[in-house]
């Protein structure tokens, strides 16, 4: 499985993205997916999850209110919306699939495949 993200960029404090993760392959069988962010000097961090049908969401707490996970399993696509972004928010955010479910959905060990990444900088 491939994954690719996308839509990044620059954005001021309050703003909006929407992140975008498109899978490619062995995608006949649908994943649990999830976003992670690192930040520079910093670990890698849960952001959001969503379930293989997309029924179950799972949100860090830091943007709990402000982000919404969702799934497209037609076009094999999972987004990030991300409102009212803070000036914390900026990193480089990765998208994930798990194609097992574990029971651990905020772990970057539960996934098997990754994407490469794409830079969120917000500015103050």
């Known amino acids: 499985v491939q994954l690719q993200a996308s839509g990044g960029g620059l954005v001021q404090a309050g703003g909006s993205l929407r992140l975008s993760c498109a899978a490619s392959?062995?995608?006949?069988?649908?994943?649990?997916m999830g976003w992670f962010r690192q930040a520079p000097g910093k670990e890698r961090a849960f952001v959001a999850a969503?379930?293989?049908?997309?029924?179950?969401?799972y949100y860090a707490d830091s943007v709990k209110g402000r982000f919404t996970i969702s799934k497209n399993n037609a076009n094999n696509t999972v987004y990030l919306q991300m409102n009212s972004l803070k000036p914390e928010d900026t990193a480089v955010y990765y998208c994930?699939?798990?194609?097992?479910?574990?029971?651990?959905?905020?772990?970057?060990?539960?996934?098997?495949?990754w994407g490469q990444g794409t830079q969120v900088t917000v500015s103050s």
């Open positions: 994930a699939a798990d194609q097992i479910s574990t029971n651990y959905p905020s772990k970057a060990s539960s996934y098997d495949y």
């Open positions: 392959g062995r995608t006949g069988s649908s994943y649990r």
């Open positions: 969503v379930t293989r049908t997309g029924g179950r969401t």
